[in-house]
């Protein structure tokens, strides 16, 4: 069954979700071999198609629940049973949540 439908989660639901930053895709500033997470940068300049799309990320992100999945998939990821226990939720309202984030390229399945 498809994801974010508020049934209950199908095997394919189960395979985890996490945030979408990859720090193996960013740059580092810095010498070689200094790659703190504090020094990642982009390398191009923001077009208004980038910052519109960020700014509909920042709307997203000024929903509790949407922050409280987010905390709860940062360290590592999490099936849809584990965030609902995670956040105190119902799998309905965590599987809309988690649609409108995964649609906005905030986290992936």
């Known amino acids: 069954?498809?994801?974010?439908?508020?049934?209950?989660?199908?095997?394919?639901t189960l395979t985890g979700y996490s945030p979408c930053i990859d720090a193996t895709e960013s740059h580092f500033t810095g010498k070689e071999g200094d790659q703190e997470p504090g020094n990642i940068r982009t390398s191009r300049e923001l077009n208004n198609a980038d910052l519109e799309k960020m700014a509909g990320q920042f709307r997203l992100l000024g929903e509790a629940?949407?922050?409280?999945?987010?905390?709860?998939?940062?360290?590592?990821?999490?099936?849809?049973?584990?965030?609902?226990?995670?956040?105190?939720?119902?799998?309905?309202?965590?599987?809309?949540?988690?649609?409108?984030?995964?649609?906005?390229?905030?986290i992936k399945r």
């Open 1 to 12: 069954m498809p994801f974010g439908n508020g049934l209950a989660a199908s095997p394919a």
């Open 65 to 106: 629940m949407r922050l409280k999945i987010l905390k709860a998939i940062c360290a590592k990821p999490l099936t849809v049973g584990e965030i609902v226990a995670a956040t105190g939720a119902t799998q309905s309202n965590i599987s809309k949540h988690l649609a409108l984030l995964a649609s906005a390229g905030i």
